[in-house]
């Protein structure tokens, strides 16, 4: 058996080896720095956005621990959320008898919240996303009060009217029995038409 010899390398064969080797190197460690400076832009974008929401945002892990949250989250569940099971800070949250809607607090300073959960594509955990819908719900609360106002105005209104046209003519009538001039026997039915208008309340 024999063994074939490996072409040997002259020292310039090296050397031009050696230099391409540098070269793929440095243009890794360029390539990773500026990768890695992308990575710093997007987390601050990120961090600016996630702070400029006006919505709570929670991003949990796989064992549903806080992981971060911005600044709306942490204005209404506490500054030192990061580090807490969700598990616990889910029990703050009252069921309303909207679906998907809680309520966070109670008296004047009670929120009303709409939540909503999405697993992360790598499975690695997932974000809470909450939206403070307070201020819609007062007004909606506020436009069904007027609603019913408005229909008990209307009813009102048709009361006094069947009120008002019986009674007129009632009026009418025992005003005209008032007068001196009038023969018994229109008194008497002019009389009755009163009467008769009268029941009619």
Partial sequence: MTETAAPSLDAA???????????????????????QG????????????MGALPAGVLVLDRQGTVLQANRAAQDWL???????AWAALSQRFVPTETPGELELGEGDDARRIAMSSTHLDSGEGSIVLMHDVT???????????????????????????????????ALLYTATLGKGQLPESERGRIADRAVERLRHL
């Fill in 13 to 35: 064969q090296l050397a031009e080896a050696f230099a391409l080797f540098n070269r793929a190197s440095a243009e890794l460690t360029d390539a990773y720095a500026g990768l």
């Fill in 38 to 49: 992308q990575v710093g832009q997007l987390n601050e974008r990120l961090s600016v956005l």
């Fill in 78 to 84: 506490g500054e030192a959320i990061e580090g807490t």
């Fill in 135 to 169: 201020h819609t719900h007062r007004m909606q609360r506020e436009a069904e009060r007027n609603e019913r106002l408005a229909a008990m105005g209307e009813m009102e209104a048709g009361l006094a009217h069947q009120l008002r046209t019986p009674l007129s003519a």
